[in-house]
């Protein structure tokens, strides 16, 4: 990244609005763009727009980042951070969320999702690649999910399709963006008091339990009995992060433990079965954000969680976005309606 910053005319030259709730996913997407800008130009934001933002460019592409309130989080904070940065920047064509979550790893079943692994949100069911589980309503029989998120916009669903083809003919450019960012940035990469940097963690701290096993105390998994571990085969090069794409589950509740998500995933199954992550801010956005997610696992949404890994899967999430953005065409981009008229219209439909 060039450490000079410049500054475009003006805010209307921004037209990528990333989300990066917390700030380590901030700081890891702020870390990977090629260039850093100063504040546009006669840029004022308005008084009714709290967020703090950050500016820069990807290849052609120029991004205006935001996270939410420290200590807030959840899918209506979400949703006010992204209704005002469209507000603000209303020259922005689609978003992008960036962050970790939490995997929901099955690995009998076709899906062995690691800790780092990168989880894409996809149409698939009856979903657009995301479900809001908070939405339910009450039957006879039980509870039934209510409510449709919109899905990504075409645009983005085309380059996740040229990159998954992509990726059947050559490996992932994550990997070697996340060397790029080691370089450019070792002091994140620096492991320091409780901070484990933003490099891989390691295979022997990344252990999948079987979900009827609690977790031992303490703040990692040292206690806990292997013989209660998943045994999964070794993968051949275990610090290059697998992508996935499927259906993102998201809500304002915590899931914690196995019951929580066997209960969470009971409950959605009757519209798709292939969720594979974990979520809390998504589903404040798709109804009213033109976005793609990207999560990166951090943890399996059990009793064993814990924030080693955070920062690794903020990376691998950012990194697979930086890659996800070298195959979307700027021209493209500027020909898509602008995201504040597209909601308008779907919100008048």
Known sequence: MDSKCKAL??????????????????????????????????FQQPENDPSSYSWGNIGQHNIVIASLRSGVYGTNTAATTASCMLSTFPSIRFGLLVGIGGGIARPDDGKDIRLGDIVVSAPGGSTGGVVNYDLMKAKADGKELKGFLNSPPPLL??????????????????????AEMREQNPFMFTKRNNNPGFGYQGSENDRLFEPSYIHVGGRDCKKCSSENEVVREPRDIPEEPEIHYGVIASGNTL??????????????????DDCMCLE????????DFPCLVIRGICDYADSHKNDRWQRYAA???????????????????????????????????
């Open 255 to 272: 899931v914690k433990d196995a019951d929580e998500q066997q209960e969470l995933l009971n409950r959605i199954s009757s519209l798709s």
């Open 9 to 42: 005319d003006s805010h209307l030259q921004y037209t990528v609005g990333w989300l990066a709730p917390l700030p380590i996913e901030r700081a890891a997407a702020e870390a990977l763009l090629d260039e850093k800008h100063d504040q546009p130009r006669g």
């Open 157 to 178: 669903l085309h380059a996740v399709a040229n990159l998954q083809s992509r990726h059947e003919q050559e490996p992932s450019a994550v990997p070697q963006i996340l």
């Open 280 to 287: 809390m801010e998504a589903a404040g956005l798709m109804n």
């Open 315 to 349: 990376a691998t999430a950012a990194a697979f976005a930086k890659e996800l953005l070298g195959v979307v065409r700027s021209r493209k981009v500027e020909e898509m309606q602008k995201a504040k008229n597209v909601m308008k219209s779907l919100q008048n439909s």
